[in-house]
């Protein structure tokens, strides 16, 4: 496997990435570019991946804003322990991120990540 690169990177370059991912925000109102505004933005590639992702700190938690990969071959298995790290440098004693698929919360529980609530919605 290649070296894993992190940068930090601009929000235009970051809403262009989250676009080109096709990332929909968990609620269905933000927007890659509201998204990518909201924190610190990263690229991450391996040499055959790249992913985005935005980061908000809220006291000891560092929240995933929006992440993202084009040509994704389990970037996120790579991209949550990066998270971490920058967690940690941080001073941060968790990361918590809301999402609608089923298998990123497969994977995060086997990485040590718990359920903490629910969000529901009825169209009106």
Known sequence: MEKIQVSKVSQVEAAGLMAAAGLNSADGIATPATIAA???????SDGTSEGVFVLERHGA??????AGAVASAGLANIGLP???AIARQSRCERVGFQTLRPGLVKLAKKQGY???G????KEL
């Open 38 to 44: 909201a924190g610190e933005c990263f690229k991450l």
């Open 61 to 66: 938690r560092m929240w995933i804003s929006g």
């Open 82 to 84: 990066v998270i971490e």
């Open 114 to 116: 718990r359920i903490k």
């Open 118 to 121: 629910f969000i529901l919605e």
